[in-house]
């Protein structure tokens, strides 16, 4: 099973920028599709963006045209730059692969705080 671990996130205001890594333990490449997902205080997870083993990108309509996801497979790495922050994408960003099974373990993540 592959581990991954989540850094990158801290405090902004709003408009600014923060990039967020994903390393694994282990390869990625035999994952076709890997995706960051966030979890606001009392809400539900939801995907923010996934990327295909193609490099294929598809972002929810929050958060299109302001987040970037990408991948390095040689690195074992998934990164999700995040321009023209905004006090709703305040969250814990989780990364996984897409969709996730139901049986993976979801890690501690990374706090991203944007104030206002």
């Known amino acids: 099973q592959v581990q991954l671990v989540e850094s990158g996130g801290g405090l902004v205001q709003a408009g600014g920028s923060l990039k967020l890594s994903c390393v694994a333990s282990?390869?990625?490449?035999?994952?076709?599709?890997m995706g960051w997902y966030r979890q606001a205080p009392g809400k539900q997870r939801e995907l923010v963006a996934y990327?295909?083993?193609?490099?294929?990108?598809t972002y929810t309509r929050s958060v299109k045209d302001r987040f970037t996801i990408s991948r390095d497979n040689a690195k074992n790495t998934v990164y999700l730059q995040m321009n023209s922050l905004k006090p709703e994408d305040t969250a814990v960003y989780y990364c996984?692969?897409?969709?996730?099974?139901?049986?993976?373990?979801w890690g501690q993540g990374t706090q991203v705080t944007v104030s206002s």
């Open positions: 996984n692969r897409y969709p996730p099974w139901s049986d993976d373990y």
């Open positions: 282990g390869s990625i490449v035999s994952i076709n599709v």
């Open positions: 990327i295909t083993s193609r490099g294929d990108t």
